[in-house]
């Protein structure tokens, strides 16, 4: 089945400065690979997606990007501020049914 | 946008007694809706497909007798957790797509702690 690494699990970067998650999946078939935010104690919210047939996809702050050949994608937060704080999970998902298998998650703090 | 609601937001239980939880979509149809279970500092893990109409899709290792998944109509999917037992205290959240692959919308979340 699908795997997904995510790296690193922890980041820490000064405010005003960018930050970048990466992820990794197995599985080639993998089409939809979103990015979420999670606020401690509340529900993860969709910050960002891509499809496998997209390579950039921008929005204000925050971009992804995805390789194909090599299985990976990656967060981009440019000019981050400390409400950019939280857990961010990317995930994959695999097939027509849509389970996504998500990452460890990373904790982004932003030190103002 | 799409709304989520799960119910209970929290619960505390007794061992050995069962609770369920809710899982609604408010202003969509859901013909697939997804439990997934968090412990505290960790990852979602999907435990099961909960599809409209039949039996639920468990995963690797997730008891289909201990989380009974209920997908009665386009709106609403149960989690009943059976026999609660102290592990299995954690974050229970549900999600749910209008239509895939596309935006998957999350419930609040129910945290479940088991005496």
């Known amino acids: 089945g699908e795997n997904v690494e995510q790296h690193p699990s922890t980041l820490s970067v000064q405010e005003g400065d960018s930050a970048v998650i990466k992820c990794t999946y197995s599985?080639?078939?993998?089409?939809?690979f979103p990015w979420y935010k999670q606020e401690l104690g509340k529900r993860p919210q969709l910050i960002i997606d891509?499809?496998?047939?997209?390579g950039e996809k921008k929005d204000q702050r925050i971009a992804v990007t995805l390789n194909k050949t090599a299985k990976h994608f990656s967060l981009h937060i440019t000019e981050t501020q400390p409400e950019d704080s939280a857990v961010y999970f990317c995930?994959?998902?695999?097939?027509?049914?849509?389970?996504?298998?998500f990452g460890k998650g990373t904790k982004l703090s932003v030190k103002p | 946008g799409a709304v989520v609601s799960q119910h209970p937001s929290r619960v505390i239980c007794k061992s050995g007694t069962s609770v369920k939880i809710e899982c609604r979509s408010l202003?969509?149809?859901?013909?697939?809706m997804f439990w997934y279970r968090q412990f505290p500092k960790q990852s979602l893990m999907l435990m099961a497909t909960?599809?409209?109409?039949?039996?639920?899709?468990?995963e690797q290792g997730v008891e289909k007798d201990k989380f009974l998944i209920n997908h009665a109509s386009l709106t609403l999917s149960t989690l009943t957790v059976t026999s609660a037992h102290p592990e299995d205290s954690s974050f229970y959240i549900c999600?749910?797509?209008?239509?895939?692959?596309?935006?998957?919308?999350f419930g609040e979340g129910s945290r479940l702690t088991v005496l």
């Open positions: 999600s749910a797509t209008k239509g895939f692959p596309g935006e998957l919308f």
């Open positions: 599985d080639s078939a993998s089409n939809y």
């Open positions: 891509i499809r496998s047939n997209v």
């Open positions: 995930a994959a998902s695999l097939g027509s049914q849509g389970n996504l298998i």
């Open positions: 202003d969509f149809q859901a013909t697939t």
């Open positions: 909960s599809n409209e109409g039949s039996k639920a899709t468990y």
